[in-house]
């Protein structure tokens, strides 16, 4: 059993075995400090097969795959301005002013692999990958040509949260019925009103 | 003159002579030889299992003959969580059945839905599609309370009459014995109920709950 090397060392080795990836560490703040990479679009395909065939990290089994949505904010905070005010007395004179400044950050939908290492027994290096927003461009690289265990779980976040995996070999719905055109596992989910009919007895 | 007839047979009978009648008879014939489907969903399938098997022996009320063919047997027992891409399933199954059939909704799931209700792909009973005799909850029920729902369903069978305007559903040709088996539609099931067996009774009307 051979020690994982921090996630640091993990993206710089990435960086530097393909030119141009972007990799980003997102940390994790908790006990465990399992942190992530993110990885880019372009490159995540490469970044993958990297990964995989590194002779020192031989993730050669991705154990998880799972979507997360991530819904819209809003930030709002307190900025002090210096603006031109009307006074009382009709002239205008340059004050102080307080305003709300409300930036919205655009949600969007994660799909996260957690890899292990069955030759070197070691893991779990976690990949994140995030599409551009929640509505039109939800398109992320499939990694199921690398992990062959990816397949299936990639196919529930396709059918509960509805990310496009492009380069899957057969991206249909697994849980919901082909029919269904809802994502039900997203946070602005609504379920059809007819299911919360009841007789009184019922509640 | 019902009575005098009762005590009548009470009466021959502390004298060694036995007698019946027809609806009697064939009403212990039905309600001792009910055939179960094989046929179980979840965790409550489990119990099912666990009531047929030696402790707690179904073979004793006449129904240890689990079918594995809709077409041999009286009584589906809808044990666990019916899922939507499953109920058409279920109700399809129902309808293959032969009169006279009978329906147990085990475990809080098959009655309303149960600790999944408010799953995305949980219908919340099976009784919006299927009329349930015996509903038995518990989570999951106990091989007591499946057995006690079967004697209960027996009961019903043997208090049911063969003529008159009570009489049950597969003596009646005007009652149906196959329901619409519900479509996957684009956002559930529809219809999301069958109306004419989802009924509220009077003064409950059926209502959305927020």
């Known amino acids: 059993m051979t020690a994982l090397p921090p996630v640091e060392d993990i993206k710089a080795q990435i960086e530097a075995g393909i030119p141009g990836a972007v990799v980003t560490v997102v940390p994790n703040g908790s006990p465990s400090g399992q942190h992530s990479l993110l990885l880019d679009h372009e ?68 799909a996260v692999y957690h890899l292990f290492s069955m030759e070197k027994k070691h893991g779990p290096v976690i990949l994140r990958m995030r599409t551009a927003n929640r509505t039109d461009g939800t398109h992320l690289p499939s990694l199921t040509p690398v992990w062959r265990s990816a397949e299936f779980q990639e196919r529930e976040a396709f059918d509960l949260y509805g990310i496009l995996f492009d380069g899957h070999p057969d991206l249909r719905r697994i849980l919901m019925w082909d029919g269904f055109v809802d994502f039900p596992m997203r946070r602005d989910y609504v379920p059809p009103a007819d299911d919360i009919l009841v007789t009184e007895a019922h509640r | 003159m019902e009575k005098d007839l009762k005590d009548l047979k009470i009466e021959l009978s502390k004298n060694g002579i036995f ?54 047997a009286d009584l589906i027992i809808v044990s666990g969580t019916v899922t939507k891409k499953m109920a058409p399933q ?71 009459s063969l003529t008159g305007s009570e009489r049950p559903r597969h003596l009646r040709a005007d009652q149906p014995s196959e329901f619409p088996v519900p479509a996957f539609g684009e956002h559930g099931l529809e219809p999301a109920q069958n109306r004419d067996v989802f009924v509220a009774e009077e003064g409950n009307p059926l209502k959305v709950i927020q």
């Open chain 1, 43 to 110: 490159h995540a395909r490469a970044v993958a097969i990297f990964l995989r065939d590194h002779a020192e990290l031989r993730l050669d089994f991705c154990s998880l795959m799972t979507g997360v949505d991530w819904l819209d904010t809003e930030a709002s905070e307190k900025v002090k301005v210096k603006k031109m005010v009307a006074a009382a007395d009709g002239t205008e004179q340059e004050q102080e002013v307080e305003e709300v400044r409300k930036t919205k950050h655009p949600g969007y939908l994660e």
């Open chain 2, 19 to 72: 007698t019946t009648t027809l609806e009697e008879l064939y009403n212990w014939g039905r309600k001792n030889s009910v055939w179960p489907l094989t046929f179980g969903l979840a965790c409550c399938a489990i119990e099912m299992i666990a009531t047929t098997m030696a402790r707690y022996d179904l073979a004793r009320f006449g129904a240890e003959v689990f079918r594995p063919s809709p077409r041999q």
């Open chain 2, 90 to 160: 279920v109700v399809r199954l129902y309808n293959q059945m032969p009169e006279p059939k009978y329906v147990i909704a085990m475990g809080a799931c098959a009655i309303s839905g149960g600790p999944f209700r408010d799953g995305y792909n949980v219908l919340k009973g099976i009784d919006r599609y299927i009329p349930v005799d015996v509903h038995i909850p518990g989570c999951p029920p106990r091989p007591e309370a499946l057995i006690h729902a079967f004697m209960t369903l027996q009961k019903k069978i043997d208090e049911q």
